[in-house]
């Protein structure tokens, strides 16, 4: 209303006796009545506060949705904050679920060892996790110890291999300098260095398992010697343990 008031005034003519020239008179005070001059007085002195207060009126509304605003960009910022950490939540949960499916596969796994090749299931999780801590496919890491020693930790050979794996004590030696003989019964170290050294073989005859075998089995020493000499360095052993895979 002020803004078009104040428009519509603007607007009135400037010369008297034409449309809107009483109002204008009325407003300075010429009008002819006493009456008339004492209400434009009033008017006269009544106009300005009342235009300040319309104008104090509008800034105060504006005032008030300037600060709504900053509150909806405040809630904004909670309710997104709270949203990032329920996702963050969200994606935890998944995390955690799909690592309880992999345990849960792996026990599976392990059962079905320790079923197939009747040992205890402490021991199946064990030469499991060497074997894949190692990069050896479990079934072959399965049927090497059942050739090797027929999961017998304490077995030693009339050649002197110690344990589940038969390693050789100088082999272990070479392998984890400042091993002690005793430390070589040990299950998980005995598992550890045989299945290390059988990745070694199967890197140094590029990926041919047989050949790797019988390097584990008879030393690569001996295998390259008779290779050399253009003999066959099978002995039936690398046959029997990819027969238990």
Known sequence: M??????WELDLPKERGKPGSVLRDWEAGQAGSPVARGAAAAWHALRIPLRVGLIGGLAFLVGVAAMANPEGQLTERSLRAQLHLRDAELTARRGELELARLELRRLNTVVDYSREHR???????????????????????????????????????SAGAVGLAQVMPNTAFWLQPGLSYREL???????????????????????????ALLAYNRGPGR???????????????????????
Do not use: C, H
């Open 119 to 157: 040992i205890p299931a402490d021991l199946a999780a064990t030469i499991y996790d060497m074997a894949m801590a190692e990069g050896v496919e479990p079934r072959l890491a399965f049927s090497l110890v059942r050739v090797e020693s027929e999961f017998t930790p304490g077995a030693v050979s």
């Open 2 to 7: 002020a803004g078009g008031l104040w428009k």
């Open 185 to 211: 019964f040990d299950t998980e170290t005995n598992l550890r260095l045989g299945f290390r050294y059988l990745r070694m073989m199967l890197a140094q005859y590029e990926g041919d398992l047989r050949l």
């Open 223 to 245: 295998v390259d010697e008779i290779r050399a000499a253009g003999g066959d360095p099978g002995n039936g052993y690398a046959t029997k343990v990819q027969r238990g895979q």
